[in-house]
T-cell receptor
Framework: DAGVIQSPRHEVTEMGQEVTLRCKPI?????LFWYRQTMMRGLELLIY????????DSGMPEDRFSAKMPNASFSTLKIQPSEPRDSAVYFC???????????FGPGTRLTVL | SQQGEEDPQALSIQEGENATMNCSYK?????LQWYRQNSGRGLVHLIL???NEREKHSGRLRVTLDTSKKSSSLLITASRAADTASYFC????WGGGADGLTFGKGTHLIIQP
């Protein structure tokens, strides 16, 4: 299995631009999680889905952030408009809802100038 | 917000020595997990302990959980240079895979050859 796949691995953009991060979970997994990691705040849960349905989006910082999971094999996290304080590494993780262990992707390093 | 707090924040030891990291959390949990993150990489699950367990072993890893003190410790015995990484504890409120994790800020472990 290829593991959780995230793209792009690195993104550099200018303030005000729209940014879309993509995630392909491990085949057969039915829960998907988006986390953000910064030096100041550590790892934070942004949102998670179960069977493609958003379950908890209380960690999404503000309305500029949105996430979708149109099918079991694809999810996006969109930031519009982006701001410098959104600079972070964004991780996607997936698992089976019968299993507590989460499998993480390699992350997308986002830099907003 | 970060529920888990690890200490120490950084730990440097000689190869072959044992490394102990501690984690505290604030709310009730179903389980506590430890993850490792190598520089620039995603997180890898190491071990899980449930709220009704007090100690668990996996290879060179030993984890303890004290729910009365809301704390956990991770012991790595006979450390190796390859153990150099950041280690995070993560708590799950409900158990089952469809539950986002709350991470601590991590302990950066350096194993000196």
């Amino acid at each position: 299995d290829a593991g959780v796949i995230q793209s792009p691995r690195h993104e550099v953009t200018e303030m005000g631009q729209e940014v879309t991060l993509r995630c392909k979970p491990i085949s057969g997994h039915n829960s998907l999680f988006w986390y953000r990691q910064t030096m100041m705040r550590g790892l934070e849960l942004l949102i998670y889905f179960n069977n493609n349905v958003p379950i908890d989006d209380s960690g999404m910082p503000e309305d500029r952030f949105s996430a979708k999971m149109p099918n079991a094999s694809f999810s996006t996290l969109k930031i519009q408009p982006s701001e410098p304080r959104d600079s972070a590494v964004y991780f996607c993780a997936s698992n089976m809802d019968s299993d507590n262990e989460q499998f993480f992707g390699p992350g997308t390093r986002l830099t907003v100038l | 917000s970060q529920q888990g707090e690890e200490d120490p924040q950084a730990l440097s030891i000689q190869e072959g020595e044992n490394a102990t990291m501690n984690c505290s959390y604030k709310t009730s949990i179903n389980n506590l997990q430890w993850y490792r993150q190598n520089s620039g990489r995603g997180l890898v699950h190491l071990i899980l302990i449930r709220s009704n367990e007090r100690e668990k072993h996996s290879g060179r890893l030993r984890v303890t959980l004290d729910t009365s003190k809301k704390s956990s410790s991770l012991l790595i015995t006979a450390s190796r240079a390859a153990d150099t990484a950041s280690y995070f504890c993560a708590t799950a409120r409900w158990g089952g895979g469809a539950d986002g994790l709350t991470f601590g800020k991590g302990t950066h472990l350096i194993i000196q050859p």
